[in-house]
């Protein structure tokens, strides 16, 4: 199993920037496809990015284009979401995940970390 844990949320003010990391466990992490997804109350999870295996290529949301960057290190076995011009409607929980299959459904996604809470006042 891969162990996927989130960090670098927080709270930060419109038009702020963050970075998110997710740290995975285990010796194959190159084989993953990783992809970012939010999650605000009563809602559905919401795709953000995905990153190949080999961090060449990547897609992003519609929402979230022009302002983020996802990038990968596999010697470091993280991946991570560089996220600007922060906006209120990016407040969510947001969530790591590693799969075989690049895609923008959390259906093909086969692993997850717990989530780190972003928080956009204005």
């Known amino acids: 199993q891969v162990q996927l844990v989130e960090s670098g949320g927080g709270l930060v003010q419109a038009g702020g920037s963050l970075r998110l990391s997710c740290a995975a466990s285990?010796?194959?992490?190159?084989?993953?496809?990783v992809g970012w997804f939010r999650q605000v109350p009563g809602k559905e999870r919401e795709f953000v990015a995905a990153?190949?295996?080999?961090?060449?290529?990547?897609i992003n949301a519609d929402s979230v284009k022009g302002r983020i960057t996802i990038s990968r290190d596999n010697t470091k076995n993280t991946v991570s979401l560089q996220m600007n011009s922060l906006k209120p409607e990016d407040t969510a929980v947001y969530y790591c995940a590693a799969g075989t299959t690049y895609h923008r459904s959390d259906r093909n996604y086969d692993y997850w970390g717990q989530g780190t809470q972003v928080t956009v006042s204005s």
């Open positions: 285990g010796r194959f992490f190159s084989n993953y496809v």
């Open positions: 990153i190949s295996r080999s961090g060449d290529t990547a």
